[in-house]
């Protein structure tokens, strides 16, 4: 491709719209424009990095034996109705409406379709196992669209569904897919970590990983043992229960309700009772769908956090929203900030973290306005409360390796990858059955794993630039040879130029020529700014003697290299530089 005639909408200027380094790099360096909230066109050199990865992603995924299917963008209603997704999915999901009144929603997610497939098709156990994927646009409506690809409303992504008999077979296919993962990732050039995740609305209990791209800007945090293989996303993460040692209560004194105005926070009765964060429970009151405990109240240290996931998880429910005010004054009999275990006004559910039971003569609130408990020791104070202990909070850097009991380091990362074992939860709502080898009908085991396309080249920008712009990495860059002549007007540099990127072209290297008549400053900084791999730079100064400059663009390292010996000088680069495993 030559430069001149290439579409390369290059910005001098960081565009307000940007926030994220991964953002900002891609509408300068023309990767990418926006059209909407969350929803982009990909321009010619962004849709090269795209059709890379998905062609990385296309032959992991066909290596392990997956079959491509592409489906379509828009759902019958009735089939998310059949699975109770259409309810829960919630605004994200995009519904329309045909003229004939029939309502559909844009696939944020295949799941239904493809169950519906295997469900039409699927009757033997000789046509099990299976391993469906496609790579497909998919449509959330996020209600902030930010961060570029990172959180858009349209976008790519590849979705992989296994079908098996059982848990077994379905364990197979899952590792199957954890190792495809593996080698797409690392074919990619990027540095991840693979961690335990919350499947989400996606569903299934089976098991759920999360690959995650490092990344100081990363989106979420990762826990991860140095001691071990574990990892899992700080939502996610087990933290162990600690061993309460026995207590002389005979020591201790006796609670006793206090007065404490305007205390409504931990750090508000901290100052006042001269009591730090970790002498405190933390009462948060949250209301639920479910009828038998539609009113939660979950108990955590005051200097740990409520982590909503494990609750919801806890409950089995789908919705678990803070409670309303009118709601807390209800079953506490006090304003909001004074709620705790001890003296409720109605009968609901409570939860306590293991580790609330470590507090020894700290402080409650004491549903009663302007008042809290002090003295207290839930080892001695709530044993007689209907209490559930359950692990409920966010675990953090610092706590204790739930496997091996080493430290937890934490970082930051970006998902770009994610794989679930769903079981059977969809086959069962939308019968998707096998007869075995008996004759009896058995419900198909199925596993769902998704790659995000969009997410992956954002995230390979994020973990990869610098000051002067996007450092890809050679498997998924663009180009891999970008040729630059100081000045195209200059007739040797011309020719020499264009006998390089002849050469290298018939040699199936991808290869620009930087044939502008423009200063070498802006080629310099253009070719910096889209990040490809190798400049070669033909200068009068290098060209008297027989040579032309290579300069890589990761390290900045350069070197003189003989005119005839480039071709094999820059296959031998990108052999060194394409990851085979």
């Given at each position: 491709m030559r430069l001149s005639k290439m579409f390369l909408p290059t910005l001098r200027e960081i565009p307000t719209e940007a926030e994220t380094i991964s953002h900002k790099l891609m509408l300068r360096a023309g990767l990418v424009r926006r059209t909407a909230a969350g929803v982009y066109s990909y321009l010619p050199m962004g849709y090269r990095v795209i059709r890379k990865i998905e062609q990385i992603v296309r032959e992991e995924m066909n290596r392990q034996g997956g079959q491509e299917f592409l489906l379509p963008v828009?759902?019958?209603?009735?089939?998310?109705?059949?699975?109770?997704?259409?309810?829960?999915y919630g605004d994200e999901l995009f519904r329309l409406c045909d003229r004939q009144g029939r309502n559909y929603c844009l696939g944020p997610t295949h799941e239904e379709i493809i169950t519906t497939i295997a469900h039409n098709e699927i009757n033997?156990?000789?046509?099990?196992?299976?391993?469906?994927?496609?790579?497909?646009?998919?449509?959330?409506?996020?209600?902030?669209?930010?961060?570029?690809?990172?959180?858009a409303r349209e976008f790519i992504m590849?979705?992989?569904?296994?079908?098996?008999?059982?848990?077994?077979?379905?364990?197979?296919?899952?590792?199957?897919?954890?190792?495809?993962?593996?080698?797409?990732?690392?074919?990619?050039?990027?540095?991840?970590?693979?961690?335990e995740a919350d499947p989400g609305a996606i569903g299934g209990k089976g098991g759920s990983h999360e690959f995650m791209v490092m990344a100081d800007n990363g989106e979420a945090e990762i826990l991860y043992c140095d001691g071990c293989e574990y990892g899992a996303n700080v939502e996610k993460a087990v933290i162990l229960p600690t061993k309460h040692e026995?207590?002389?209560?005979?020591?201790?004194?006796?609670?006793?309700?206090?007065?404490?105005?305007?205390?409504?926070?931990?750090?508000?009765?901290?100052?006042?009772?001269?009591?730090?964060?970790d002498?405190?429970?933390?009462?948060?009151?949250?209301?639920?769908?479910?009828?038998?405990?539609?009113?939660?109240?979950?108990?955590?240290?005051?200097?740990?956090?409520?982590?909503?996931?494990?609750?919801?998880?806890?409950?089995?429910?789908?919705?678990?929203?803070?409670a309303r005010e009118e709601v807390v004054n209800q079953v506490t009999g006090a304003d909001v900030g004074y709620a705790g275990p001890i003296g409720l006004k109605e009968k609901i559910k409570i939860i306590a973290d293991p580790w609330v039971y470590d507090i020894i003569d700290g402080e409650c609130g004491g549903n009663k306005t302007d008042h809290h408990w002090i003295h207290i020791t839930p080892l001695r104070d709530?044993?007689?409360?209907?209490?559930?202990?359950?692990?409920?909070?966010?675990?953090?850097?610092?706590?204790?390796?739930?496997?091996?009991?080493?430290?937890?380091?934490?970082?930051?990362?970006?998902?770009?990858?994610?794989?679930?074992?769903?079981?059977?939860?969809?086959s069962e709502s939308l019968h998707a059955i096998y007869t075995d080898e008996d004759g009896k009908e058995k419900t198909i085991a199925m596993g769902c794993y998704g790659i995000g396309i969009g997410r992956t080249m954002a995230a390979a920008i994020e973990q990869n630039y610098d000051q002067n712009g996007i450092i890809w990495p050679a498997p998924i860059a663009p180009y891999h040879v970008i040729i630059t002549p100081i000045s195209i007007k200059e007739p040797e540099q011309k020719q020499i130029a264009e006998e390089i990127y002849t050469r290298l072209g018939k040699?199936?290297?991808?290869?620009?020529?930087?044939?502008?008549?423009?200063?070498?400053?802006?080629?310099?900084?253009?070719?910096?700014?889209?990040?490809?791999?190798?400049r070669i730079t033909v200068s009068p100064k290098y060209l008297a003697v027989n040579k032309v400059e290579f300069k890589v663009r990761k390290t900045g390292e350069a070197c003189l290299v003989d005119i005839d010996r480039v071709v094999d000088e820059i296959n031998a680069f990108i052999e060194a530089n394409m990851i085979k495993i």
């Open positions: 828009l759902n019958p209603a009735e089939l998310w109705q059949q699975t109770g997704r259409w309810d829960v033997s156990y000789r046509q099990l196992p299976q391993l469906w994927y496609q790579i497909q646009t998919k449509f959330r409506d996020e209600i902030r669209p930010r961060f570029g690809l990172m959180r590849k979705d992989l569904y296994s079908f098996d008999r059982d848990e077994a077979g379905l364990h197979e296919s899952y590792m199957k897919m954890h190792e495809g993962y593996t080698r797409a990732f690392t074919r990619a050039g990027l540095t991840f970590r693979v961690v026995d207590i002389d209560f005979r020591q201790l004194a006796e609670r006793e309700l206090v007065y404490t105005p305007n205390c409504r926070t931990i750090e508000d009765v901290g100052l006042y009772l001269h009591h730090t964060a002498k405190a429970v933390k009462s948060v009151i949250y209301e639920t769908e479910k009828e038998e405990y539609p009113v939660v109240l979950v108990l955590v240290r005051g200097d740990h956090q409520v982590n909503e996931i494990k609750v919801k998880n806890l409950l089995d429910c789908l919705y678990l929203s803070l709530f044993k007689n409360l209907d209490i559930e202990v359950a692990d409920v909070r966010m675990a953090a850097k610092g706590e204790p390796c739930p496997r091996c009991g080493k430290t937890l380091n934490s970082a930051r990362g970006i998902e770009v990858g994610h794989i679930f074992k769903l079981g059977t939860k969809y040699a199936g290297v991808e290869v620009i020529l930087d044939d502008r008549d423009e200063r070498p400053g802006v080629k310099f900084k253009d070719a910096d700014l889209i990040g490809i791999p190798l």
